[in-house]
């Protein structure tokens, strides 16, 4: 397994929002589904460390991820937020910042490409990107860290259809491009079902199902 939870609990604002959670994710491409308040953002920050849970273990690979460094970690496990947040300057900007934190030199176009964005985007401006193309950016800057493991927080909530299907062609062709393993976060059982091979599903902060999607998300 990529990753196993075991019987985490996490609480915000004195609420519990993941109780006694166990769960896995296998290397490839899975997600993890469930309604608005589900606790799918809060699962998928424990996995890089972004949070730490109360109490339970979270494992990355064959060992619990508090032994790692969560700076490091987060390079090797970059999650992608819901909303973009870009910084300032244009997009080689963003993509150049966050490979020198990784010590990288980055081919800023073949970055843009396996986003989605073409090349004249690296000179534009952030701030004047719509959502979608902001969201690549994202994506581009995240690749930039050359990580193995990439956490999408609903990616195309904020997107009309039209983005929203070209973001999942770039996902699903990124997956052929680039050998990483992908943990998607989605409200949408039709999204994960086109987009993942495991679901772990959850609902108020249990676990409802885990398994292959064609088995548990059969039609
Ligand atoms: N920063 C926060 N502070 C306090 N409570 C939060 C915070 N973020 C989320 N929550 C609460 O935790 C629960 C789970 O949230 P979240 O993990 O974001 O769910 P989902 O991603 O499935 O919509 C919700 O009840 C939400 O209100
Ligand atoms: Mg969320």
């Not at 608005?36 to 953002?41: A, E, L, R, T, V």
């Not at 956490?151 to 997107?159: G, I, M, Q, R, V």
């Not at 994960?192 to 398994?211: K, S």
Request: charged share 30%; with cysteine.
């Amino acid at each position: 397994m990529l990753f196993e939870l075991e019987r985490v609990t996490m609480s915000r604002d004195g609420k519990v929002v993941l109780q006694d959670l166990s769960a896995s994710l296998p290397k490839g491409a899975s997600c993890v589904a469930g309604p608005s308040g589900s606790g799918k953002s809060t699962l998928l920050r424990l996995l890089n460390r972004l949070a730490d849970p109360d109490a339970g273990i979270v494992r990355y690979g064959d060992s619990d991820v508090r032994q790692r460094d969560p700076l490091e970690l987060r390079r090797e496990v970059c999650l992608v937020p819901q909303l973009p947040a870009l910084l300032e300057g244009s997009v080689e900007d963003n993509i150049r910042f966050a490979a020198g934190l990784a010590g990288r030199d980055p081919d800023v176009p073949r970055l843009l490409d396996l986003a989605g964005l073409d090349r004249s985007f690296a000179a534009r401006s952030g701030e004047k990107l719509s959502v979608g193309e902001q969201q690549r950016a994202m994506l581009a800057r995240a690749l930039a860290l050359e990580p193995r493991v990439l956490l999408l927080d609903e990616p195309t909530s904020a997107l009309d259809e039209e983005a929203r299907e070209a973001v999942e062609s770039t996902l699903l062709d990124l997956r052929e491009r680039v050998r990483l393993s992908t943990v998607l976060v989605t409200h949408d059982l039709d999204q994960a079902r086109r987009m993942a091979d495991w679901v772990v599903r959850l609902d108020e902060g249990r676990l409802v199902a885990e398994g292959r999607v064609k088995e548990h998300l059969a039609v």
